[in-house]
């Protein structure tokens, strides 16, 4: 994180995450399993790294906590609809294949759109509820 900017990290996690997501799809068995948990593990992992520091490199540390919470509501909302896709994928086609094909090229498109974010801009006015008036 010292050396790279977040955006350049997020599409190795991303791309680490297409591998796990399109690999149950077209295979099975035991080299299988161990390639979708290596690059899962590996997804993981490097997604709490770059997020950790991330959000402090790109925001600073005075709102930290406002912008991790609100993120968080979305990362809670993700894990509550996040199954319905695969639940959908089993009634209309009797397997997981098309929904984890989908995942993938959404972890793919997340990858390619990284590299379009730029660093946000720091504001000159102080960030503030109210608006002090003169």
């Keep these: ?7 350049h990290l997020v ?6 995450l297409a591998l796990a997501s399109g690999l149950p799809a077209f295979g ?4 299988i399993s161990v390639l979708y948990a290596l690059s899962l593990g590996g997804a993981y992992g490097s997604q709490q790294a770059i997020n950790a520091a991330g959000y402090a490199q790109y925001f ?3 709102h930290l906590g406002a912008i991790r919470g609100a993120s968080f509501v979305f990362g809670i909302a993700g894990a509550a609809f996040g ?8 009634d209309w086609t009797g ?3 098309a ?18 974010v ?9 960030m503030s509820n109210c608006e002090q008036t003169s």
């Design 1 to 7: 994180m010292d050396r790279h900017e977040p955006r």
């Design 11 to 16: 599409p190795l996690a991303m791309l680490m």
């Design 28 to 31: 099975s068995g035991i080299a």
């Design 60 to 62: 600073g540390r005075d």
């Design 83 to 90: 199954p319905l896709p695969f639940a959908a994928s089993i």
């Design 95 to 97: 397997s997981y294949s």
């Design 99 to 116: 929904v984890l094909i989908g995942c993938c090229a959404l972890c793919l498109t997340c990858s390619a759109g990284a590299f379009a």
């Design 118 to 126: 730029k660093r946000p801009s720091s504001s000159t006015k102080p």
